[in-house]
Nanobody, 127 residues
Framework: QVQLEESGGGLVQAGGSLRLSCALS????????MAWFRQAPGEEREFVAA????????YYGNSVKGRFTISRDNAENTAYLQMNSLKPEDTAVYYC????????????????????WGRGTRVTVSS
C-alpha cells in the first residue's frame, strides 16, 4: 500500500520561505513521478509542481514559477518543495501526490493523473 506523508508546513510572513517534505513508502520511489498540489479554502485543488523519476525534469504551475523549486532524493524516498518569496495567496493546504512513471517532462497537472495522495500540510502566509 502506497503511503505519502507531508511535513514542513506552518505559519510564515510574506516574503519568507518554507520547505515541505513528502516521504513515500510502499512502492519503488525511483519509478515514481512526484508532484505537489495545493487547495485554498473554497477553491479547487491546484497543480503546483511535478518532477520526473530522477529529478532531471520538472514542471511548474504559472503562479509559482521562479519562486518554488521541486526536488527529490531517491536515496531517502523523499520529495521536497522549496517555497521562497511566499505571498498571502500561497496560503493553502499542500498535498503530495504520486504516480508510476519515469522519464520525460512530468506535464501532469490534473488531480486525476495521480493515484496516491498524502493528507496534506497547511501553509499560512501572513501579510
Amino acid at each position: 500500500q502506497v503511503q505519502l506523508e507531508e511535513s514542513g508546513g506552518g505559519l510564515v510572513q510574506a516574503g519568507g520561505s518554507l520547505r515541505l517534505s513528502c516521504a513515500l513508502s510502499g512502492r519503488d520511489f525511483s519509478a515514481t513521478i512526484m508532484a505537489w498540489f495545493r487547495q485554498a479554502p473554497g477553491e479547487e485543488r491546484e497543480f503546483v509542481a511535478a518532477i520526473n523519476w530522477i529529478g532531471s525534469s520538472t514542471y511548474y504551475g504559472n503562479s509559482v514559477k521562479g519562486r518554488f523549486t521541486i526536488s527529490r532524493d531517491n536515496a531517502e524516498n523523499t520529495a521536497y518543495l522549496q517555497m521562497n518569496s511566499l505571498k498571502p495567496e500561497d496560503t493553502a493546504v499542500y498535498y503530495c501526490a504520486a504516480k508510476p512513471g519515469m522519464g520525460g517532462t512530468p506535464q501532469y497537472v490534473r488531480t486525476q493523473d495521480f493515484e496516491s495522495w498524502g493528507r496534506g500540510t497547511r501553509v499560512t502566509v501572513s501579510s
